[in-house]
Structure formats: structure tokens, C-alpha cells
Nanobody, 114 residues
Framework: QVQLVESGGGLVQAGGSLRLSCAVSGRILSFNNMGWYRQAPGKQRELVATLTSTGSTNYADSVKGRFTISRDNAKNTLYLQMNSLKPEDTATYCC????????WGQGTQVTVSS
């Protein structure tokens, strides 16, 4: 079973940046569509960014122009560079396939203060 381990979250002021990482067990990134998801308290999980096996990216309107999804196939790691962070970006961020399947990782908490 594929394991997903997210890291890189933290507390940052509005306007700041963070880079999230998702370590994936096995050499599967280049063969699968992957996504970053987030869930804020009291809200449903939402997809914020996808990266297809062919390298195409797509972003939720709320993060377009601020977030960048990428991968390093050699390191089996998916990334999410988050710039110009806003308080509404506060959430637990997780990675998974797109669409998601299997077990979710523990996620990494991102808190943006105003």
C-alpha cells in the first residue's frame, strides 16, 4: 500500500511563504496524477492543486497564481510552494492521488495569521 507523509507546514504571517512536501513510498509519481488537498475546521476537504503524469497542472481559483505544485521523481516527493499566504489558507494540507484513493497521510497544518 502506498504511504504518503506530508511535512513543511507551520505558522506564518499573511503574505509569507511555505513549501510543503509529500514523501511517497515507491516510484509512482511520474505514472500517476497527484493532488494537494486541504481541509479547514468545519469545512469539507477541497482539492487545491493537481499535477498529472504528463506534467500538466491545475489549481483552484482561490490559490491560482500563488501556489505551485511540482514533483521530484528521483526523490519520490511531491511539493506545494505556497506564496502570498492568506488567513483563509489556514487548513490541514494532505497529498493523495487525483482523484484520491487509498489511505490519507496525517497531513501538515498550515496556519496563517493576519
Amino acid at each position: 500500500q502506498v504511504q504518503l507523509v506530508e511535512s513543511g507546514g507551520g505558522l506564518v504571517q499573511a503574505g509569507g511563504s511555505l513549501r510543503l512536501s509529500c514523501a511517497v513510498s515507491g516510484r509512482i509519481l511520474s505514472f500517476n496524477n497527484m493532488g494537494w488537498y486541504r481541509q479547514a475546521p468545519g469545512k469539507q476537504r477541497e482539492l487545491v492543486a493537481t499535477l498529472t503524469s504528463t506534467g500538466s497542472t491545475n489549481y483552484a481559483d482561490s490559490v491560482k497564481g500563488r501556489f505551485t505544485i511540482s514533483r521530484d521523481n528521483a526523490k519520490n516527493t511531491l511539493y506545494l510552494q505556497m506564496n502570498s499566504l492568506k488567513p483563509e489558507d489556514t487548513a490541514t494540507y494532505c497529498c493523495n492521488f487525483a482523484p484520491p484513493w487509498g489511505s490519507w497521510g496525517q497531513g501538515t497544518q498550515v496556519t496563517v495569521s493576519s
